[in-house]
């Protein structure tokens, strides 16, 4: 008698490719911080030294609209990896909150 229990299962191709391109889990919020603002950089195919201030406050909106901001340190990670100050970060996120609500 064979134990059923110790045979591996067959593998499916969901499993197959689940395996081919890994989840990524973050330990740090630096490490979340740092993964959500180069995904946008490259979504918007910039660099952050080819940043515009126009460009800046385009990929700033889009990492407030996705709650980056709520994390401890996300200001500070932004700033190092858009090349500005903490200061630019916080003035630029309450420009797009103000342009939300019709205060600019």
């Keep these: 008698m064979t134990d059923v229990l110790a045979q591996p299962l067959p593998e499916s191709e969901d499993d197959m490719s689940a395996r081919s391109s890994p989840e990524k889990f973050r330990n740090s919020a630096d490490a979340v911080a740092l993964d959500a603002i180069n995904r946008e950089l490259e979504r918007m195919g910039v660099t952050p030294e080819q940043l515009t201030p126009e460009k800046r ?28 100050s903490p ?16 205060q600019i």
Aim: proline share 0%; charged share 15%; with cysteine.
């Design 57 to 84: 406050l385009q990929v700033i909106a889009a990492l407030e609209a996705g709650g980056l901001f709520l994390l401890k340190g996300a200001v500070k990670s932004a700033a190092a990896s858009l090349h500005c």
């Design 87 to 102: 200061a630019s970060v916080y003035r630029y996120i309450t420009q797009i909150k103000n342009s939300d609500s019709g």
